[in-house]
């Protein structure tokens, strides 16, 4: 924060490390809102930037995998889909999972790819990885769209329970700054990040029930399975959806991990951002 550094000279401002254990200041957060939306659209505006398609490719990615998961798992690999089109089931995960994926890794990268407005000026470096995600958001609503129009090709109508769909949306977006702060702290010490992220993601992927239902997972395990704060995303996401299945309780366990998990990184970007503008 700035204060004057002696009585005698008000003029003179010296920039010094916020002091404290809060892991936000909300004052300056919302002085620096203007920057917030300027990164923000920034981001959106180099993303599609000289590309032919546009957003047509917030489309293309999530629908081109659910066709090649459709046929591995769903046609050749017989996974059940808890009674649901194979396609709209995986779908309907593959949204939060995409938006997931994007956030997290645009939020790991996104203190170094900042770096040289990060050594030049002060403001809350929080900014950095939040507005990361904000292009994420906008292709999901984009592809939520199709999500509509493929459960209405499937006769498929959604219930009272898809106004909750923002919550699992925002869920979703706090998992990925839960663990993107984390990791775009490290990264700025470590460029190793770099390259463990996409290993790491891949796994994630896995372990999270994108492809497969969690009925395949043993009642005794579930709770702890749960501890993947992803799994109550995508299982809350179909639920609100697709229905089908009762309200998943392991919901709760997810949102305790990504609490945990996202208060964990703010402490820790807030500890280590005052040396971001040393050794970035």
Wanted: proline letters at 6%.
């Amino acid at each position: 924060m700035a204060f004057p550094s002696t009585m005698s000279d008000p003029l003179v401002r010296r920039i010094a490390p916020a002091r404290g254990w809060l892991p936000i200041h909300l004052d300056e957060m919302w002085a620096a809102r203007e920057l917030l939306y300027f990164l923000v659209w920034r981001e959106v505006k180099v993303r599609y930037k000289q590309t032919a398609f546009g957003i047509g490719w917030a489309i293309a990615q999530p629908f081109c995998t659910m066709v090649v998961i459709s046929i591995v798992f769903g046609r050749l690999g017989r996974l059940p889909s808890d009674g649901l089109p194979y396609p709209v089931f995986a779908y309907a995960a593959l949204l939060p999972w995409q938006l997931f994926a994007f956030a997290l890794t645009e939020s790991s990268q996104s203190v170094v790819a900042n770096q040289r407005l990060i050594s030049k000026v002060y403001f809350p470096r929080l900014i950095v990885p939040i507005a990361s995600v904000g292009v994420g958001v906008i292709d999901f609503l984009v592809s939520f769209v199709v999500l509509l129009g493929l459960m209405a090709y499937y006769g498929l109508t959604p219930g009272l329970a898809v106004l909750t769909v923002p919550f699992w949306m925002l869920l979703a977006v706090l998992t990925a700054l839960g663990a993107g702060l984390w990791l775009a702290a490290l990264n700025v010490r470590y460029r190793d990040i770099r390259y463990t992220l996409p290993l790491l993601t891949q796994l994630w992927l896995f372990a999270t029930p994108v492809a497969y239902s969690m009925s395949l997972v043993p009642s005794e395990w579930q709770v702890w399975y749960a501890l993947n704060p992803m799994v109550g995303v995508v299982e809350s996401f179909r639920w609100a959806l697709l229905g089908g299945r009762a309200f998943p309780a392991t919901v709760w366990v997810s949102t305790a991990a990504t609490v945990i998990a996202l208060v964990g990184g703010l402490f820790y970007f807030r500890r280590t951002e005052r040396t971001f503008a040393d050794i970035i």
